[in-house]
């Protein structure tokens, strides 16, 4: 996410009720932009939110999130964590995470199998020119 970094984008699902996508998306940002030396923003309409996709199409809004500086917990740590807490806030949150072709889903409560994919999902965004991995992320 630093020094040419993918940027990551976050997509909130909500099974197709736009209002409460945009409500939980605006609040996502809010949480984040919140955090010391991270940037967050909105996906831009016009643009896809995701490879293979022409556009965010009607009702769909996404975040984009990266790392304005270095600090003292790799950002993907920071990030899983701050959606993680954000999504055990109420029942039924949960975060699309994409950088570059690799995604993952995150909810407020993982288990043990999702906690070893993002695990591995952090190690392959490292790989990928992503934020750096943490073996005691998540």
Same mark, same amino acid.
């Given at each position: 996410? *630093?020094?040419? &970094? #993918? /940027?990551? #984008?976050?997509?909130? /699902?909500?099974?197709?009720?736009? $209002?409460?996508?945009?409500? $939980?998306?605006?609040?996502?940002? @809010?949480?984040?932009? @919140?955090?010391?030396?991270?940037?967050?923003?909105?996906?831009?309409?016009?643009? /896809?939110?995701? +490879?293979?996709?022409?556009?965010? &199409?009607?009702?769909?809004?996404? $975040?984009?999130?990266? !790392?304005?500086?270095?600090?003292?917990?790799?950002? !993907?740590?920071? $990030?899983?964590?701050?959606?993680?807490?954000?999504?055990?806030?109420? *029942?039924?949150?949960?975060?699309?995470?994409?950088?570059?072709?690799? !995604?993952?889903?995150?909810? &407020?409560? +993982?288990?043990?199998?999702?906690?070893?994919?993002?695990?591995?999902?952090?190690?392959?965004?490292?790989?990928?020119?992503?934020?750096?991995?943490?073996? &005691?992320?998540?």
């Amino acid at each position: 996410m *630093r020094n040419g &970094g #993918t /940027p990551w #984008t976050l997509a909130v /699902p909500t099974g197709g009720d736009t $209002l409460r996508q945009e409500r $939980l998306t605006r609040d996502l940002h @809010a949480t984040l932009h @919140a955090t010391e030396g991270l940037v967050v923003g909105f996906h831009d309409a016009d643009k /896809p939110t995701q +490879p293979g996709h022409k556009g965010a &199409g009607v009702g769909e809004v996404a $975040l984009w999130a990266a !790392s304005t500086a270095a600090v003292a917990r790799p950002t !993907s740590q920071v $990030l899983i964590t701050l959606i993680k807490e954000w999504c055990a806030k109420e *029942r039924h949150r949960k975060v699309v995470v994409t950088v570059g072709d690799d !995604s993952i889903e995150i909810t &407020g409560r +993982p288990d043990v199998a999702q906690e070893r994919m993002v695990r591995e999902f952090q190690d392959r965004v490292a790989d990928e020119g992503g934020p750096e991995p943490d073996d &005691g992320a998540v």
